[in-house]
């Protein structure tokens, strides 16, 4: 529509094995589809494709994904201009790679192996709730430099190496990060590769026995992944997880420990590190989760170094409430419950009247839902909810923040272990209300902090 500034929507479609269309007939249909307005606003989320027969006989999954990532909350679908990807997901799963350790052919396992998309990465990106825009971010750099590479941009000029490093506490999700923006850009970049690989090098695993007894073996793996990009029309994504054991390995040296070994080891897969970025269709993504001990060569080579910090209240209450739909998927929590989102107006303005009040603060978390009564009257009148089920659904999601306001300092990792914790010590029955449930979940988050302290003094608290 003319003089209308269009908002950029990805549309991620998951075809059938068994789809023999061109992706672009089902780009073209996806796209009428949504001009077609059968939903007057587009958000994060699957779309129905029933309408359509031909969708409808060829899609295993439709979704709109990226807008709450970029801060958009919705599109009014005359704004909307679909950037649709159609895929087709591999089925093979993780393959694990072995070299032969030092020629008597005893093997050492070397990496692991995807095809990408793949099937079992599917909807890692969407399960990771991340403060900001990070996800936004790692997906405009990883496009942008991509693009740069393919248009031949000159790096004596303009200098990019697609080296990503997160780094930040233990369970933050940065290894799960990396996995899925592979994953992703196998997706969104389908039209510029016609394959896509996932390679997951443990650095540990690089001073092994037989990796530390030479930079050989170091040589022959990145030979391997050399191979595998020489093919230009396939995307190689390279994963270097708990990169810091480069360091260590340094530092033994230094000591006199292990020496010349390991720092021949860490020279030669900085060496390969560069000879990759010389391929313009290798990405490099590094993780670590001790920010300070990263070897400097290192950090100096990564483009992008992003913090994956511990979860703010808002992505706490969205990992709980990811874990409470899964529950009542499963029928675990019984009957079935609607629990307002984060950016919902009853959660924002919990969340704001709380800032004034300290209301969900951690140390008054200990009167629990004696406070709820006073604190959901205060919100009855300020969102103005009237109806019984309104009421209900407002208590749920006060109950939530309330726990997730109580976890401050627990990781995604640990957050996604409560509602197991909650079952195991305070349900005990194989099915249970969400009300009850959430009173479970508080328990839990008390004694997990409990546990914690405990082990930080080493004394009961
Ligand atoms: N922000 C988050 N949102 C949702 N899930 C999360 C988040 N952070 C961690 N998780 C979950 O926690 C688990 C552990 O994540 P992952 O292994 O990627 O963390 P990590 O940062 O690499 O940890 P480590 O530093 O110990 O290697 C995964 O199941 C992941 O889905
Ligand atoms: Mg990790």
């Not at 908002?7 to 249909?29: R, T």
């Not at 295993?60 to 997901?89: E, I, M, N, R």
């Not at 090098?201 to 030479?214: D, M, Q, R, T």
Request: net charge negative; charged share 20%.
């Amino acid at each position: 529509m003319a003089g209308v500034q269009q908002v950029p929507v990805h549309v991620e479609v998951a075809l059938q094995p068994s789809c023999a269309l061109e992706f672009s007939e089902i780009e073209q249909e996806v796209r009428r589809l949504i001009h077609g307005g059968g939903s007057t606003t587009i958000r994060d989320g699957p779309i129905d494709v029933s309408t359509s027969r031909v969708l409808s006989e060829n899609v295993l999954t439709a979704k709109v994904t990226g807008l709450t990532d970029s801060g958009v909350d919705k599109v009014p679908f005359w704004h909307c201009d679909p950037c649709v990807h159609a895929f087709q997901l591999s089925p093979c799963g993780v393959e694990r790679e072995v070299l032969d350790g030092d020629g008597d052919g005893e093997d050492v396992a070397a990496f692991d192996q995807w095809v990408l998309p793949a099937q079992e990465l599917e909807g890692l990106w969407e399960s990771l709730l991340l403060e900001d825009t990070i996800k936004a971010q790692l997906l405009d750099y990883a496009t942008s430099a991509l693009l740069f590479s393919d248009r031949q941009v000159s790096k004596h000029i303009i200098s990019w190496n697609r080296v990503v490093l997160l780094h930040g506490p233990p369970g933050t999700g940065k290894t799960s990060l990396c996995k899925a923006l592979a994953h992703k850009l196998a997706i969104r970049l389908g039209g510029r590769f016609q394959a896509a690989q996932l390679l997951e090098i443990n650095a540990h695993s690089l001073f092994s026995k037989w990796f530390s007894e030479s930079g050989k073996l170091v040589g022959r793996l990145f030979g391997h992944i050399a191979e595998l990009a020489e093919d230009e029309s396939t995307l190689v994504c390279i994963l270097v997880d708990e990169v810091e054991s480069l360091t260590t390995a340094r530092s033994a040296a230094m000591s006199g420990n292990e020496p010349s070994d390991a720092v021949r080891v860490v020279n030669a897969v900085l060496t390969q590190i560069d000879s990759l970025r010389a391929r313009d269709n290798v990405l490099v993504l590094t993780t670590s989760n001790v920010s300070k001990a990263i070897d400097l060569a290192f950090v100096d080579r990564a483009d992008i170094k992003m913090l994956i910090g511990l979860p703010g209240v808002q992505a706490r209450y969205s990992i709980l409430q990811s874990c409470l739909a899964e529950l009542m998927r499963t029928g675990i929590i019984d009957p079935p419950q609607h629990v307002p989102d984060c950016a919902s107006e009853l959660v924002r303005t919990a969340l704001h009247t709380s800032c004034d009040m300290g209301v969900l603060a951690p140390a008054r978390i200990g009167e629990g839902f004696i406070q709820l009564s006073y604190f959901g009257v205060l919100l009855f009148k300020t969102v103005g909810m009237s109806s019984a089920t309104g009421c209900r659904v407002m208590s749920m999601g006060i109950l939530l923040l309330q726990v997730a306001a109580l976890a401050q300092g627990l990781s995604g990792r640990a957050l996604r272990k409560l509602p197991f914790q909650a079952h195991a010590f305070f349900v005990h029955r194989s099915s249970t209300t969400l009300h009850h449930y959430l009173d479970a979940l508080l328990q839990a988050v008390r004694t997990e902090l409990q546990r914690r302290a405990q082990l930080e003094t080493g004394s009961p608290v």
